[in-house]
């Protein structure tokens, strides 16, 4: 999925794309969108996602007024991705965009397809082109 959401974002002119697994979390405050692609176990983020967003706290990392996104896969609930914008809104002040992108299980072909949209759309339209 974060493949094909990175894949989306860079087909769009003048937009440089970052594709990481994990990141050091002051570096994030060097790029104008953020978006975070988190699983849903058992109803809840999983806890790496937990460390990040809590060291970005702990460390004080100014990312308001950044855009903000996520998706995740999901098998039953699908709330993770809420909870990650839920914290970029309230939490650092980040402009999410709202709703995240949820695919139920395994993404195929039309899953994958909205992954690449979904991309797509934050750098059109979310003022990410230099």
Known sequence: MAKAVAEG????????????????????ADYDAIVIGVPTYNHRTPPVVDKLLEELAIRNVNLKGKIGAAFGSYGWSGEAPRLVLEVMKNKFEMNVIEPPLLVRYSPDEVGLKKCLEFGENIAKNYGLRS
């Open 9 to 28: 974002a860079s087909r769009v002119e003048g937009v440089e794309v970052e594709l990481k697994r994990s990141v050091n979390p002051e570096e994030l």
